[in-house]
Structures are given as structure tokens and as C-alpha cells.
């Protein structure tokens, strides 16, 4: 790497530095600045590290391009997500005071909440075959924007303006595109959800899966609604139960289910492409996660959402196939085979549909329940329906559901 960047310094000696620094930025060490750094490599004071980050002649940007060029090469796939954070692995820098360029008082997650810090824009490029960080911008708040004696002390140039971080993404983005990175997909959480950057993202080609607030609306068949709202249509046994990662417990495993709706950020003379919005339950409280998606192909966004890590099977979310009495069966479910009020949902729709009647409200020619295999309630073949009276307890006036009572 460090021979893709030669001729972005001026002189050998910052040159030689590099490729130290960078070999000492490898190695195992507890904690990483200029001095662990410098003792690592057997230097007796940091001095030549800090020349290099503070006054060396270097071309940032043209080093930036070279690194990012040389990352994606390594890892090119052509499926690769890119990932916009402002919180990455330590992208908010604690700061003693407000002299350093955009140190202000501000959320960084690095920190784990509000603290004196610096916070940049960064985007990865994540792929089957590893991830790492291609660009940066930093944050420039609005009060130190526009505090031009500041500016002068730390010679910030005269174009740095104010901008939003969805904004800063954009200027990264069209990098990529312009530097020939193969990615396909965006993804980044609800700070980068807004209509601004999903409309530049789909200018410069890209596919997303962004986050957005529990109160953002949208546009569907039925009307304008939020996000929130949409979610309670969903039938409880359309959501699919998917593993989305590994955790310190073990496998991370979520309730999802996706529903169609209208794209409202189509720039003039492009197609409307197909548009989502991914719903993320967690299985136990419930809490629920809003992701909006585009993607020209209509089965690459559910293809996307149902993919593991890098290099894991891919499951495609199939929408409902109607059964031979006119109704919808679930994907992943039998039609002939009815579920168990008692289980849990595991399956998702493409679009909100009716489902099939519970098993225990189907007719039947002596009781309401057909037989059931692998209740776990009531056992392997046992009817699960109400067929026996409730057995009261023993010295109360309760019931209590026998071994005949109805599966709940």
C-alpha cells in the first residue's frame, strides 16, 4: 500500500515514516498514539510521528483516492455495501479543548453519549471478503463554521462551510462512484434516512437500506401513513424469524417482514425502481426497527435483508402463494398443516395480506381443531381444540386447561 502513495510526499523521510507507522499501527498494543507508537518501533521520542500528522508537505486528498482505490481492489465485489456512520471505530476523538478543528461539545457514539470531541462522516466498504474504511469527512458544526478567528488560528480553507452530515456523505459517495469502487448497496441508521441523500444515492446508481425514525411516513396503496402505523397491518403470522448476526449470547435472531410501498425520491427521466420498508421486532420486548429500501430489481432488497454475514446463504423472501380455497398461505408453512396458536410467528409478506383461518376457527365434522403433529403443548397427535371440559384446580374456584383444553 505504502508504494501506491509514494508520490504523494514530498520528501523520502515522510515516505520511510509512513510505512513505519503503519506497520506499528498492526501491531498488538493496548492503546495507540504517537508515543506507544514510537516506543513500539524503538524510537526514543515521538517527534518524527507528530511531523508527519502536523506539518509534513502531503496530498491528502490524492493519498486518500490512492488508499481507497488499492482497499476496494483488494476486496472488489460487486454486491459490496457501503456503510455511512458518523460513530465508527473511534471516529469521535476526545479533546481536551475547542482549539482542534470542529472540537465541540456533541453526540459521538465512540463516547457513548454528549462529550468535548471531534465526530467525522466516514464510509466502509463492506463485502463477502472483508470491510474496511475508504473515506472521511469531517464534521464542522455550525458555531464553529461560523467563528471566522477560529477558522484563521487553525487554517481551515474559505470553501469548508456548514454542512449537514447527510450532506458530507453525498461529497464520499460520488468519490466512489467516480473512482471506479464496485459496490452495490448503501446502508447507514436513521441521521442518514432523509429524502436529500436517498435521492443521491439513487443519482450516482446505488441500491440503499436506510434507517428511519418511528415517524416517518410514506406513500402506500391505501394512503400516506407512518411507519408505525403500517407495521400494526401486518398479520401476526406473516413475520419471518431470521438470524441477522452473532452476538456475546450466541445467534442474534429477529422477527421481520417487509411491505411494498411508493418511491418518493424518483429523479426526472429515471424508472421508480421498487420500494420497501423493512420492519425489524425483537423477540422479546417487542421494539420494533424501521429500514427503508430501494433496489432496481424487485427481489434484491428481501435478498439483501435475509443475507448473513459476508459470504453466508442468502434466503429470498417469497410473497404468498394462494391455496386451493382461494386464500393466502404463509411462506415457509404447509398449507395442509396449520400452525399452532402457541408458536411463535416465523414467516414474512411481501405485502399485506389476509392469512389462512386458525387451525381451532376451521370447521370440522365432529370437532373444531383438525389434528395438529408436534403440538408443544399437547404432544405428538393430539387434537389441539377445545374437547374436554376445563378441570378446575384443586382448592380454588379457578379452571385450569387439561390435557384436552384449548392450545393458547
Not at 381451532?360 to 389434528?371: I, L, T
Request: positive net charge; contains cysteine; proline residues 7%.
Amino acid at each position: 500500500m505504502t508504494e501506491e502513495i509514494a508520490d504523494c510526499f514530498q520528501r523520502r523521510e515522510p515516505r520511510a515514516v509512513v510505512r513505519e507507522m503503519t506497520e506499528a499501527m498492526l501491531m498488538e498494543l493496548d492503546t495507540r498514539n504517537c508515543w506507544t507508537l514510537a516506543e513500539a518501533l524503538g524510537h526514543s521520542r515521538p517527534h518524527r510521528l507528530q511531523h508527519l500528522l502536523s506539518r509534513a508537505a502531503v496530498d491528502h486528498d490524492l493519498a486518500r483516492d490512492r488508499i481507497a482505490a488499492w482497499t476496494a481492489g483488494e476486496l472488489a465485489d460487486p454486491d459490496a455495501v457501503l456503510i455511512v456512520d458518523e460513530t465508527g471505530d473511534e471516529t469521535g476523538d476526545e479533546k481536551s479543548s475547542t482549539d482542534c478543528v470542529g472540537a465541540a461539545r456533541q453526540y459521538s457514539g465512540a463516547l457513548g453519549g454528549i462529550g468535548l470531541c471531534q465526530v467525522a462522516v466516514h464510509l466502509t466498504y463492506a463485502g463477502r471478503h472483508g470491510h474496511a474504511l475508504i473515506d472521511r469527512a469531517l464534521y464542522l458544526g455550525a458555531e464553529w463554521a461560523a467563528d471566522e478567528e477560529r477558522r484563521l488560528l487553525t487554517h481551515v480553507p474559505d470553501d469548508v462551510v456548514f454542512a449537514t452530515k447527510p450532506q458530507l456523505a453525498g461529497a464520499p459517495l460520488a468519490r466512489t462512484r467516480d473512482l471506479g469502487i464496485p459496490a452495490r448497496w448503501l446502508a447507514g441508521d436513521e441521521v442518514y434516512g432523509g429524502k436529500e441523500l436517498r435521492r443521491t444515492a439513487r443519482a450516482l446508481g446505488f441500491d440503499y437500506a436506510l434507517a428511519v425514525r418511528t415517524d416517518h411516513r410514506v406513500d402506500t396503496a391505501i394512503g400516506r401513513l407512518t411507519v408505525t402505523g403500517l407495521a400494526t397491518r401486518v398479520p401476526k403470522k406473516n413475520w419471518m424469524r431470521l438470524r441477522t448476526g452473532h452476538g456475546l449470547k450466541g445467534d442474534r435472531h429477529y422477527d421481520w417482514a417487509m411491505l411494498d410501498i411508493h418511491p418518493d425520491d424518483t429523479h426526472d427521466g429515471h424508472r421508480p425502481g421498487h420500494a420497501t420498508v423493512l420492519v425489524r421486532r425483537h423477540r422479546y420486548t417487542r421494539e420494533l426497527s424501521f429500514y427503508r429500501c430501494h433496489s432496481a430489481t424487485p427481489d434484491a432488497t428481501a435478498t439483501t435483508a435475509c443475507t448473513g454475514p459476508p459470504g453466508a446463504a442468502t434466503t429470498s423472501i417469497k410473497p404468498p402463494k394462494p391455496t386451493a380455497d382461494g386464500t393466502t398461505s404463509p411462506p415457509l408453512q404447509r398449507p395442509d398443516q396449520p400452525r399452532c396458536p402457541a408458536d411463535q410467528g416465523t414467516t414474512a409478506a411481501v405485502s399485506v395480506v389476509p392469512g389462512p383461518p386458525r387451525h381451532h376457527e376451521r370447521e370440522g365434522p365432529d370437532r373444531p381443531g383438525p389434528v395438529r403433529r408436534g403440538c408443544r403443548r399437547l404432544g405428538r397427535g393430539r387434537r389441539c381444540g377445545p374437547s374436554r371440559r376445563p378441570r378446575r384446580r384443586a382448592g380454588g374456584t379457578g379452571a385450569s386447561t387439561g390435557r384436552g383444553g384449548r392450545c393458547r
